[in-house]
């Protein structure tokens, strides 16, 4: 079990590492000369490192404003944070958990060798998170760990090929080819941005082409533009919630001093993500050519959300401040009717905001960047109040899955198992 878990949760799981070993195998397939492995293995783990470097930064940002935007409003309820609840389901099932997750490898690669789903998903992290809501659902059925663990590998190989085709058409549109895929469980939200798109403006009017008026158009580079979008939001939330408040966060910072550094620190973070982007991407393209060439005919890498922000940087920002607009109006409802209250957790409203808002700009420029967020923003916010009570019944509280196919999986898992325990 030691070696089981060294395997899955410090390889496996582990992105970089994971993507560094398919780079590698893809270069020595092709035979290439031992620098050009050695070079290209090291320029997409690396490349993976300064992602997660920034990715971290950025995390840090926006849990310092989660945390003033909650105490300055007053908000409680449920967080909807992938990560927190696969904490949860590690302490309680973590062997369960992480067979599941090195069966569902494997049968992402037999899926992607002898089917037409071709995709190999590289995204170790959320393939573990799958892996902890597909346990967490056969659990709240009442299934024995053998079960859990054979039919979990099975559904969460199928997953990982599936979902990645979902997005496919989109992702065609945003890249401008068919070499890569979407290796991100929000698939079904990012498609739907990408429709919604096509059906309320058109790709030519990108919000990377927008003129913008005067003083305006220094917002057309990305940086500027998310350094002054996040410097006011900060600062919105640090007024609510007041310099007592502020200051304690900021362990004595002033606090009209801690928005500045931390709005300018998350713009930092994403110039920083977009360059680990670009640096892996030049590798693993090429490398994965000997894969699909040697061993999967035709495979396609599924690689995670921040992948595409390089092809519409501006429109990160305008589609995380939409689909956080429609997690907020969500929240607002859910408050007046009484139900559970899912407060829009600021980290993955940025990631799958700006995702969702980089499909809608590809087929409906700004106007679909706009609307196609905004959607998935309120998705994002229904499918973890309906798939909550199942993790409470469990044990399982104050968090939830925000990924719209992780709610999908885990709903239909659930009462479709229900209605065969009924049957049978």
Request: aromatic letters at 12%; one cysteine or more; a neutral charge.
């Given at each position: 079990m030691g070696i089981l878990k060294v395997v899955v949760f410090d390889?496996?799981?582990?992105?970089?590492?994971?993507?560094?070993?398919?780079?590698?195998?893809?270069l020595l397939l092709q035979k290439q000369s031992g620098d050009k492995v050695i070079a290209g293995t090291l320029k997409t783990i690396v490349g993976f490192l300064v992602f997660g470097i920034g990715s971290s930064a950025a995390v840090v940002a926006l849990n310092s404003f989660q945390e003033l935007f909650a105490k300055g409003f007053g908000l409680k309820g449920v967080l909807p944070l992938a990560e927190a609840v696969t904490a949860l389901a590690q302490n309680t099932f973590g062997t369960t958990v992480s067979l599941v997750m090195l069966i569902g490898f494997i049968c992402n690669l037999l899926v992607a060798k002898f089917t037409p789903l071709k995709y190999i998903f590289l995204t170790g992290q959320h393939n573990l998170y799958l892996a902890a809501l597909l346990t967490i659902m056969f659990k709240a059925l009442g299934m024995n760990n053998t079960i859990t663990v054979?039919?979990?590998?099975?559904?969460?190989?199928?997953?990982?090929?599936?979902?990645?085709?979902?997005?496919?058409?989109?992702?065609?549109?945003?890249?401008?080819?068919?070499?890569?895929?979407?290796?991100?469980?929000?698939?079904?939200?990012?498609?739907?941005?990408?429709?919604?798109?096509?059906?309320?403006?058109?790709?030519?009017?990108?919000?990377?082409?927008?003129?913008?008026?005067?003083?305006?158009v220094m917002f057309k580079d990305y940086v500027v533009g998310v350094s002054v979008t996040m410097v006011v939001?900060?600062?919105?939330?640090?007024?609510?919630?007041?310099?007592?408040?502020?200051?304690?966060?900021?362990?004595?910072?002033?606090?009209?001093?801690?928005?500045?550094?931390?709005?300018?620190?998350?713009?930092?973070?994403?110039?920083?993500?977009?360059?680990?982007?670009r640096l892996f991407l030049g590798e693993i393209v090429?490398?994965?050519?000997?894969?699909?060439?040697?061993?999967?005919?035709?495979?396609?890498?599924?690689?995670d959300c921040p992948v595409v922000f390089p092809f519409a940087p501006t429109a990160t920002v305008i589609g995380f401040l939409a689909?956080?607009?429609?997690?907020?109006?969500?929240?607002?409802?859910?408050?007046?009717?009484?139900?559970?209250?899912?407060?829009p957790v600021a980290v993955p409203y940025f990631f799958i905001g700006a995702t969702a808002g980089v499909f809608g700009n590809a087929t409906g420029g700004w106007k679909g960047c706009i609307a196609g967020s905004f959607v998935v923003g309120i998705l994002i916010a229904v499918g973890p109040a309906l798939i909550y009570p199942i993790m409470e019944n469990i044990g399982l509280t104050g968090t939830s899955f925000p990924e719209t196919d992780f709610n999908i999986v885990g709903l239909l898992i659930y009462y479709i198992g229900h209605a065969l325990q009924a049957i049978f």
């Amino acid at each position: 079990m030691g070696i089981l878990k060294v395997v899955v949760f410090d390889l496996l799981s582990s992105a970089p590492i994971l993507v560094g070993i398919i780079a590698l195998t893809g270069l020595l397939l092709q035979k290439q000369s031992g620098d050009k492995v050695i070079a290209g293995t090291l320029k997409t783990i690396v490349g993976f490192l300064v992602f997660g470097i920034g990715s971290s930064a950025a995390v840090v940002a926006l849990n310092s404003f989660q945390e003033l935007f909650a105490k300055g409003f007053g908000l409680k309820g449920v967080l909807p944070l992938a990560e927190a609840v696969t904490a949860l389901a590690q302490n309680t099932f973590g062997t369960t958990v992480s067979l599941v997750m090195l069966i569902g490898f494997i049968c992402n690669l037999l899926v992607a060798k002898f089917t037409p789903l071709k995709y190999i998903f590289l995204t170790g992290q959320h393939n573990l998170y799958l892996a902890a809501l597909l346990t967490i659902m056969f659990k709240a059925l009442g299934m024995n760990n053998t079960i859990t663990v054979i039919s979990g590998g099975l559904i969460l190989g199928i997953c990982a090929g599936l979902f990645p085709a979902i997005a496919q058409p989109y992702m065609r549109k945003v890249t401008g080819d068919d070499e890569l895929a979407m290796g991100h469980y929000v698939t079904v939200g990012y498609a739907i941005s990408g429709w919604i798109g096509s059906k309320v403006g058109k790709p030519e009017d990108s919000t990377e082409n927008l003129k913008l008026p005067g003083w305006l158009v220094m917002f057309k580079d990305y940086v500027v533009g998310v350094s002054v979008t996040m410097v006011v939001f900060f600062y919105i939330a640090s007024i609510a919630a007041g310099k007592e408040t502020v200051e304690s966060i900021s362990g004595g910072v002033n606090w009209l001093v801690y928005p500045l550094f931390q709005g300018l620190s998350f713009s930092a973070a994403l110039y920083v993500i977009i360059t680990g982007v670009r640096l892996f991407l030049g590798e693993i393209v090429g490398a994965f050519v000997g894969i699909s060439e040697k061993l999967i005919p035709n495979a396609k890498p599924a690689l995670d959300c921040p992948v595409v922000f390089p092809f519409a940087p501006t429109a990160t920002v305008i589609g995380f401040l939409a689909a956080y607009a429609g997690g907020l109006l969500t929240m607002v409802i859910m408050g007046l009717i009484g139900s559970i209250v899912i407060i829009p957790v600021a980290v993955p409203y940025f990631f799958i905001g700006a995702t969702a808002g980089v499909f809608g700009n590809a087929t409906g420029g700004w106007k679909g960047c706009i609307a196609g967020s905004f959607v998935v923003g309120i998705l994002i916010a229904v499918g973890p109040a309906l798939i909550y009570p199942i993790m409470e019944n469990i044990g399982l509280t104050g968090t939830s899955f925000p990924e719209t196919d992780f709610n999908i999986v885990g709903l239909l898992i659930y009462y479709i198992g229900h209605a065969l325990q009924a049957i049978f």
